[in-house]
């Protein structure tokens, strides 16, 4: 049995995860030991380029929406004279939260427990009773921690608590995923400003994030997972709706799965999904063929039926690593809470370039997945993690078309292989071990 590494011996630098991270498999122990969940907590989500949050929703000065940093709770602010700003949600008095809200308006923020009080930009700016600290007592020497790097790439904001990644532009690390993101705001009309987050539902997974990063870019698992959808749907709906071209030989299919470099991958459903029209493949949906009628009298029938084939998704599954994920027209983020504890959160968009009928369709469909097959996916999840409980049964398989030789590299570098293709797991994995081989050296602005 490969023994699981402890403590001390895991930080050592020279420690070495070749034993863990394995050609076609990976050990239980990324994925059930506390001691590797911590060092992630600084070796990935504080070291490399992490998303935080998307423009459209801190359009206007003075706002803010509360993330986290992995585990590091964080307020992501702009500020009066409009600059962007990650603050550590954490009061330098004691340790409180000076915001306990999600999202808001607001120019300060004054903790509940004793009443310091912090401007949007970081400023420590009042405190209560200060006479009692001294005379060398400064409030400037107790502003708020911040997250020095913050980067945007076309409307989603990234940061990075590592100089050594926060100094290299943001497009270095997405690489070619960037043009996949560039393609993402071409279907949503081409001008990333008029795209609007439109709310989130929330999943609290008892798992580890990793589980979820797993799934981002598994083509295997939807005619299994998801059998029920796509019966249900075949039943009562007949052939050629929805998600049905996953059903069957799925590797013949034109859909295929990318390694990106930096532990990005990306799923390519279009040729299946974009085949006939999108909109007609859909699933019923209250309100829909009013919305379609009105549309036509309001705009042409070529104008409306162009409109309604952006409402059903990109058809990408794009996978940023290591915590956000394109998924139709919506996009995901993964926050780890503890080693068996995750948030994921699906962030819907809507478009100001598009009319309400639009938008109210589209979050119908950004309702549909989550409701109908995020729960086999976190279900999931859950029993993969529990599974990895058992000591004795030590290996997660990652080999699938590692050796039938299909792999083929383009002069970016960029795999693709076919869409069930274990690649996404195997690349990631490759970025995890790169990044878990060294300690950073991590600042706070
Ligand atoms: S912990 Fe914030 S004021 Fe005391
Ligand atoms: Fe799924």
Not at 19 to 45: A, C, K, N, T, W
Not at 149 to 178: C, M, S, V, W
Request: hydrophobic share 35%.
């Amino acid at each position: 049995m490969t023994r699981t590494p402890k403590g001390a011996e895991l930080e050592d630098k020279s420690f070495c995860w070749d034993d863990r991270v394995q050609p076609g498999r990976v050990h239980r122990s990324l994925y059930v030991d506390r001691e590797v969940f911590d060092l992630e907590q600084r070796r990935i989500f504080g070291a490399t380029w992490i998303y935080l949050a998307h423009e459209s929703e801190l359009a206007e000065s003075d706002t803010f929406v509360a993330r986290r940093l992995g585990p590091r709770p964080i307020i992501v602010t702009r500020d009066h004279k409009g600059m962007l700003h990650a603050l550590i949600n954490r009061c330098t008095h004691r340790g409180a939260a000076v915001c306990r809200a999600t999202a808001g308006k607001a120019r300060y923020f004054t903790c509940g427990y004793h009443g310091w009080t912090f401007s949007n930009d970081g400023a420590c700016v009042d405190i209560p009773l200060d006479d009692a600290y001294g005379p060398a007592f400064e409030k400037r020497d107790r502003n708020l921690g911040r997250v020095p790097f913050l980067a945007t790439y076309r409307g989603f904001i990234f940061g990075t608590l590592n100089p050594k990644k926060g100094e290299q532009p943001l497009t270095d690390h997405l690489g070619p995923a960037a043009d996949r993101i560039d393609e993402w705001i071409a279907h949503n009309g081409g001008d990333h400003t008029k795209i609007r987050v439109a709310g989130a539902q929330r999943f609290l997974v008892n798992g580890n994030w990793k589980c979820i990063y797993d799934n981002a870019g598994d083509g295997y698992h939807p005619e299994y997972s998801h059998q029920s959808l796509l019966r249900m749907t075949q039943e009562r709906h007949g052939e050629g709706m929805d998600l049905d071209y996953f059903a069957g030989g799925i590797d013949a299919t034109p859909m295929y799965s990318q390694a990106l470099g930096n532990g990005h991958t990306f799923i390519d459903q279009r040729p299946c999904m974009f085949e006939s029209s999108v909109f007609d493949r859909q699933r019923p949906q209250p309100g829909r063929e009013a919305v379609a009628a009105e549309l036509i009298r309001d705009v042409g029938e070529q104008r409306a039926k162009a409109q309604l084939e952006t409402v059903p998704g990109a058809g990408m599954n794009l996978s940023i690593f290591p915590s956000l994920l394109f998924i139709g027209n919506q996009f995901q983020v993964i926050t780890p809470l503890a080693v068996d504890r995750t948030d994921l959160s699906w962030f819907a968009t809507s478009r100001d370039d598009m009319p309400s009928g639009v938008n109210t369709l589209r979050l119908r469909t950004q309702e549909d997945f989550p409701m109908f097959g995020e729960v086999d996916d976190n279900a999931n999840f859950e029993s993969c993690f529990d599974g990895m409980a058992v000591p004795e049964m030590e290996w997660v398989d990652i080999s699938r078309h590692l050796h039938t030789g299909v792999e083929k590299v383009d002069e970016a570098g960029v795999v693709t292989a076919p869409v069930s293709s274990d690649l996404h797991m195997r690349s990631y994995y490759k970025e995890w071990k790169r990044l878990m081989s060294s300690e950073p050296e991590l600042v706070l602005g």
